[in-house]
């Protein structure tokens, strides 16, 4: 007898139908022990469960960064309606024209498009092209101010990384 039969096991029972449910119990636990040797050594399954978790916290974090690309376009937007704002502002306070105001922000926006564009990796650049391409100016407008958002956080969080 093995250690995992108890004490009164030794004996078999005269009972035919004690003897029956001895076997079908021996049965179903020999069942469970196959099932479960089966799943440790299913190579296949294991992998296609392991795809299937990373697949699960892969999707997780495109929907975080999407979030958070949401939520600095909605930023930039507001920052951009406030410097439109104050350089009209700017513009009736000194007499300047709108077209002088309309210039310092395009001169402004060139510059700081250029830094992103130095600081932005050639595959980026590629698809930021491909996706302007494919979208309508206002489109291309929002995308390129989310890229630049994005990357001039980037930016700030390695600098305040580098200072620590």
Same mark, same amino acid.
């Given at each position: 007898?093995?250690?995992?039969? $108890? ?5 078999? $029972? ?21 099932? !479960? ?9 294991? *992998? ?32 951009? !309606?406030?410097? =439109? ?6 513009? =009736? ?16 926006? =060139? *510059?700081?498009?250029? %830094? ?10 590629? *698809?930021?092209?491909?996706? @302007?391409?494919?979208?309508?100016? /206002?489109?291309?407008?929002?995308? @390129?101010?989310?890229?630049?958002? !994005? ?7 390695? %600098? /305040?990384?580098?200072?620590?």
């Amino acid at each position: 007898m093995t250690a995992d039969q $108890p004490a009164d096991a030794q004996s078999v $029972p005269d009972d035919p139908e004690q003897l029956r449910q001895d076997i079908e119990r021996t049965r179903e636990q020999l069942g469970e022990t196959v099932e !479960a040797l089966v799943a440790k050594t299913d190579v296949k399954a294991q *992998a296609k469960e392991k795809v299937n978790h990373l697949s699960d916290r892969l999707k997780g974090g495109t929907a975080q960064a999407k979030e958070q690309a949401t939520a600095r376009v909605a930023q930039a937007r507001d920052q951009l !309606a406030a410097k =439109t704002n104050d350089a009209k502002q700017a513009a =009736t306070t000194n007499g300047a024209t709108v077209k002088g105001a309309r210039d310092q922000l395009q001169a402004g926006a =060139t *510059a700081v498009g250029s %830094k992103v564009r130095d600081v932005t990796p050639e595959p980026v650049q590629r *698809a930021a092209r491909h996706a @302007a391409a494919r979208t309508s100016p /206002r489109q291309a407008v929002i995308a @390129a101010v989310a890229v630049g958002v !994005a990357l001039i956080g980037l930016i700030l969080v390695r %600098k /305040r990384r580098r200072k620590l």
